[in-house]
């Protein structure tokens, strides 16, 4: 099954905060047997320091001088056997099981709203009985400090929240701590007054107020007025209950020690109280015979100072010690009425709101309304009234405790005591109709409608109906309401129910922990549900305060399920349903409200106390006229509950089918989503093949291409080749490039989809950049008859920071498409400059491009044809590079393009401007050789054409080259020969390079190392390799090696390589060679980056050729004249069969020849114009 709500984080965390014990103290769940870890004793003591309390004093002397000690006495046994068996099986089961009063109540026949009930009576015992003690704690202030009665209620409801706030811990430290003072003083005051007055007992025994003095002995209205006051007080065994919770498991060793403590502290308590009430009824019949006024004759503070007086003798000393133990004693009840309330006023709400700001709000909020109480005075009105209030919550405690003595042995109720919301009814007709039957029973006792005895009984008669209502009901429901569904106890306890011992050892092991769903807290197995609506364990306390379930776990224990199947048992339908009409509910919501409202209104009435009849009658008739408004505001208000409750059921069934459509959605999704994600790992997983694939062809094409390049530069460069060679040559050359472009643009597409492209940020000459660029594709425009114009819009900064390389490639790509793709017409390059942005923008005539291709230009080898565009050269990866490079770059790429009449492609990026720039390097001359000793280079490579070429690039220059074709061959001629420099191949059969370089260095070898490969991605094999651009590879400085080199290498590079790793001097052929042979030096200086244009640089070079006194007449040579003439015409073959002639004539030595010839076969004429018109007169 799928669940129907989702968990979101904010719950998490809240109801984490709300769970955390330290504060909390289990207050909404079962006490984990975990938390039960202080001794039996210590809990008996901590529950026996409630027993303080002086109410019992006060109450058995109000008794004795109203109604007699016999009355008295009699009630005190009556109430005490009463208490007992009430407290016996409640207690016993809190223990056992680490329930508190409220979850105990609700698995022992109340229900998971029936308990409500409870709670809120129980809440009402405690601020009622907290405001009585806490008086008597006033009363005490006021006699020994003559504090002020209002402050002294301040004080004695403050000065117990810090302790109650930290919960069990707290409190049992202060009980315990407290206990011997305690017991010591209230042993001394009732052994001083048995001392000294113990030859009065008899006529205290004998004592009848002088209002009942023809009443001799037991009289049964003295005793029911007796019994209705001190029935009160049973709601005490709640406050016992709830530390005795914290009780350790019982096990065979422990069982007398546990069964003592149990008794003694739990419905024992009475016992303990029966000496302090007869202690109580003692002292006032002294203070009555010492005429004191009646109303301290019932105050603990001067009763006590009665017993005291006999130790001390002194009035002051006396008053001293009864103050001590009367705020000791009040301290330590009030300690526990505030906890208690705290937890009644915790669960009360948390069921009604599901929500809870946690026990410290709540118990704040209990001690808040008893200082209220005080403060008012209604405190005294609310004991006239303890005689109903008694009734009531006789009647709660005795039908739990039949249904624990009675239906659980005779198996009428489950044998495991159910609290969990999950697994509950909300309401149990067992305990909650026997408790409103047995209430109504006794108000109409007390009330005096059944007789005067039944009134006088009123008490008894409740508690013996309780007993027979419970077994009754449960008997004829079958126990059915108890548990919603089943509960996986119940079961467990099934299946062991004939093996005690085996039970109590599984109930007594380590607990087993679950972790719950929500707040992702482990809880032990009993405090544990699963929730079909989450599809996880849930908790107890997560369970009750989820609003948005909406019992989806028990949809016929509602409470609304439950009337209704109950109405249409006997009632019409038609009745059912104007039953559950909204008049019918607004009349029961008002007619709730207005029953409080008269209460409240009564008590303020009984408060007053109007002295005379015009004023009780003026009263009356003011309060009914309050009201009778009261009832007109409560019905508005009565209609907003109803029509906002209303309208909270229909959005959270909105909410429900939202959310379920919303689940369903995201199901969906995330099935798209793991389609998508298989997916995505396939194409990932491709794209690494791919990339595996280019890595390793490219290796196996840079091998030969480094022979290939290689030797054609070699073979250039030689003076003695034939004319009609050179041009083969320079295709091969041209080929091979063409060939390595095609490679790196394969692997630039490579890294940049795997997100290892390399950007960097150098100083870029930025105008002498575009000028190349223009003077290159000018010539290139002309050649196809096309016009090239360049827009300068802005000024240019000199220099700016980019990567050149990439902002080069881009332009060029974009700039060789314009060209090649415009058969008339012309080609206009744009160039704007506005803060630190540049825009490039090529617009041309050509054929444009239609909407639906744009996107299809921008794939790897995707090139639009039509009948109308002819085969033009390419590689197909040009403008996927420029697209990659410039997103890479931060740039923006934009396209324009109409069918017809051209496109337009505009590259905008941020370049930097640098205010002070680097000095540029100097041009590239050609060397020829270098100074000092014969340096000796090992070369290690397995193939012997790569070993052949290194041989022959650096023998010529004065170098001696050792040959060596395996790692274990480098290593046996190092016997014979210390070479000044290793140049290791990367990739060799048995031990690689950096395998043989790391050797090299551990046999203590410094030589320099410079490592080739072919192999792009090398860095990957060797992680202390840094990524620099290709070609260019500098070592980490824990790298065995020197330097690193990527082929296919530049011959010029690898000796500057060299050089500088042999700090070699090098020589270079002189500049100043004669004629045009230094032509070459003026085409390396218009190829380097310069301070001028093109013209201010063939100037300045030709002025440089002025040392030349043969210049002059070769360039009046007719083959000379010739060639410009159709130079000026760009006649590409006239122009190479004229310079076929000037190599046979031998005017021009071989490297002008070949410079003058690689402007002709790249069409740069403008250049070889303006060389072959230089006049350097």
């Not at 080199?1045 to 700090?1063: A, D, F, S, Y």
């Amino acid at each position: 099954m799928r669940a129907t709500q989702s968990i979101f984080r904010v719950r998490r965390q809240y109801n984490k905060w709300v769970g955390d014990e330290t504060l909390e103290d289990y207050a909404l769940r079962f006490t984990a047997k975990k938390a039960r870890r202080w001794s039996i004793s210590h809990i008996g003591m901590t529950a026996l320091g409630a027993t303080a309390f002086l109410a019992l004093e006060a109450l058995s002397a109000a008794t004795t001088l109203q109604y007699g000690f016999i009355n008295t006495l009699w009630a005190m046994l009556a109430i005490s056997v009463s208490i007992f068996i009430i407290g016996l099986p409640i207690s016993y089961y809190s223990a056992r099981h680490g329930l508190d009063i409220d979850l105990l109540t609700r698995g022992g026949g109340f229900g998971y709203l029936g308990s409500t009930i409870t709670s809120l009576i129980y809440a009402s015992f405690t601020f009622i009985f907290f405001a009585i003690e806490a008086a008597i704690f006033a009363s005490a202030l006021r006699a020994l400090f003559s504090i002020p009665l209002w402050v002294g209620y301040i004080i004695s409801a403050l000065v117990v929240v810090p302790i109650v706030t930290h919960g069990i811990k707290a409190i049992s430290r202060f009980q315990v701590g407290s206990q011997p003072l305690w017991l010591l003083l209230q042993i001394c005051a009732l052994a001083a007054v048995v001392f000294y007055e113990f030859e009065r007992i008899d006529n205290w025994v004998q004592f009848v107020p002088r209002e009942h003095a023809s009443t001799q002995g037991f009289d049964l209205m003295l005793f029911g007025a007796c019994v209705s006051i001190f029935f009160a007080m049973v709601a005490q065994i709640g406050e016992q209950v709830d530390y005795l919770r914290f009780m350790p498991p019982k096990t065979p060793e422990n069982r007398y020690r546990w069964w003592f403590w149990l008794i003694l502290s739990g419905p024992g308590w009475i016992l303990v109280g029966m000496v302090k009430m007869l202690l109580g009824s003692f002292l006032a019949y002294l203070a009555f015979t010492q005429a004191m006024p009646y109303q301290q004759a019932t105050d603990p503070v001067y009763l006590y100072q009665l017993a005291f007086n006999y130790i001390t003798e002194s009035p002051s000393g006396s008053l001293v010690l009864a103050g001590i133990l009367v705020i000791l004693s009040q301290m330590k009840i009030n300690v526990t009425n505030a906890y208690a309330g705290s937890i009644a006023w915790s669960n009360f709400f948390s069921r009604l709101t599901h929500s809870h700001p946690g026990r410290v709000v709540w118990l704040v909020f209990n001690v808040a309304i008893a200082l209220v109480l005080m403060e008012m005075g209604v405190y005294r009105v609310l004991e006239a009234i303890l005689g109903v209030f008694a009734i009531v919550a006789l009647s709660w405690l005795a039908s739990l405790a039949a249904d624990l003595l009675i239906n659980k042995p005779l198996g009428l109720s489950p044998p495991i005591t159910e609290f969990k919301r999950s697994h509950l009814y909300d309401i149990n007709p067992v305990g909650v109709g026997s408790m409103l039957m047995a209430s109504a029973l006794g108000i109409v006792c007390y009330l005096g409608y059944l007789g005067n005895n039944a009134s006088y009984l009123a008490h008894f008669i409740s508690l013996g109906a309780c007993f027979v209502f419970v077994p009754t009901i449960a008997g004829i429901t079958k126990g059915r309401f108890y548990l919603a569904r089943p509960s996986s106890d119940i079961l467990f306890y099934e299946l062991h129910k004939d093996e005690d011992q085996a039970l109590s050892q599984s109930l007594n092991s380590e607990p087993a922990t679950l972790r719950c769903c929500i707040c992702e807290s482990d809880f032990e197995y009993e405090d544990m549900s699963h929730c079909p609506a989450y599809q996880g364990a849930i908790c107890s306390l997560c369970c009750s305060l989820d609003a948005r379930c909406l019992d989806s776990c028990k949809p016929d224990a509602r409470l609304k399920v439950q009337l209704n199947q109950w109405l249409e048992s006997f009632a019409p339908a038609s009745v059912v349903r104007a039953l559950n009409s909204r008049v019918a509910r607004f009349a029961f919501i008002l007619s709730c409200v207005a029953l409080l409202n008269g209460a409240f209104l009564a008590l303020i009435y009984f408060h007053i106390k109007p002295a005379s009849a015009p004023t009780a009658e003026l009263l009356s008739t003011t309060i009914w006229m309050i009201f009778y408004a009261f009832m007109i505001v409560s019905g508005v208000i009565s209609w907003l509950i109803l029509l906002a409750h209303e309208s909270r059921l229909v959005a959270q069934q909105e909410s429900n089918r939202q959310t379920r459509l919303l689940i369903d959605e995201i199901d969906a999704h995330q099935e798209t989503d793991r389609a998508l994600q298989e997916a995505k790992e396939l194409a990932e997983r491709a794209n690494d093949a791919k990339s595996r694939y280019l890595s390793g062809i490219s290796h196996e094409l840079r091998t030969p291409l480094q022979s290939i390049l290689g030797y054609a530069q070699l073979l250039s460069q030689k003076a003695d080749m034939p004319a009609q060679h050179q041009y083969p040559l320079e295709i091969i050359r041209n080929s091979g490039e063409h060939l390595a472009g095609l490679i790196e643009g394969l692997l630039d597409i490579s890294k940049i989809e795997a997100g290892r492209l390399d950007i960097y940020r150098n100083q870029v000459r930025l105008p002498e950049l575009l000028e190349q660029l223009v003077q290159m594709f000018t010539q290139q425009a002309e050649m196809k008859g096309l016009r090239f114009h360049f827009h300068l819009h802005h000024r240019l900064p000199d220099v700016v920071i980019t990567d050149e390389k990439r902002l080069r490639q881009i332009l060029i790509n974009l700039l060789s498409n314009a060209v090649k793709y415009t058969d008339h017409g012309r080609v206009d390059f744009h160039v704007y400059y506005r803060n630190q942005v540049a825009e490039f923008s090529i617009i041309d005539t050509g054929l444009g491009i239609h909407k639906k291709d744009i996107e299809r230009i921008f794939t790897p080898f995707e090139r639009v044809r039509n009948s109308h565009t002819p085969h033009t050269p390419g590689t197909g990866l040009g403008l996927t590079i420029v697209r990659l490079l410039t997103e890479v770059m931060g740039g923006n790429l934009d396209i324009k393009s109409t069918p017809g009449e051209g496109s337009c492609f505009s590259v905008s990026m941020m370049l930097s401007w640098v205010s002070t720039p680097t000095v540029a390097a100097p041009p590239q001359r050609t060397i020829k050789g270098y100074q000092g000793a014969t340096q000796i280079i090992m070369a290690v490579d397995d193939d012997p054409i790569h070993r052949g070429l290194l041989t022959d690039i650096l023998n010529p220059l004065g170098f001696r080259v050792v040959e060596a074709n395996s790692a274990d061959d480098c290593l046996r001629q190092l016997a014979d020969v210390r070479p000044d420099c290793f140049i290791l191949d990367v990739n060799m059969p048995g031990c690689s390079g950096f395998e043989l370089a790391t050797q090299l260095r551990q046999e203590g070898y410094t030589t320099p190392i410079l490592m080739l490969s072919a192999e792009v991605n090398e860095r990957h094999r060797n992680p202390l390799e840094l990524q620099l651009p290709a070609g260019l590879k500098a070592p980490h400085p824990k790298a065995p090696h020197d330097d690193y080199m990527v082929k296919p290498i530049r011959n010029q590079l690898l000796l500057e390589k060299v050089g500088n790793l042999l700090t070699l001097e090098w020589q270079y052929i002189d500049d100043t060679l004669t004629g045009i042979a230094s032509l070459t030096n003026i085409a390396s200086l218009t190829n380097t980056a310069s301070q001028t244009n093109l013209a201010s640089k063939v100037q300045c070079s030709a002025a440089k050729l002025d040392s030349s006194a043969s210049l002059k007449s070769r360039l009046q040579h007719p083959l000379i004249q010739q060639l410009t003439s159709r130079v000026q015409v760009a006649h590409r073959k006239g122009v190479l069969d004229t310079l076929d002639e000037i190599q046979t004539s031998g005017i021009l030595d071989a490297d002008a020849l070949k410079h003058l010839r690689d402007l002709a076969q790249s069409m740069q004429y403008e250049q070889l114009e303006l060389l072959l018109e230089t006049d350097p007169a």
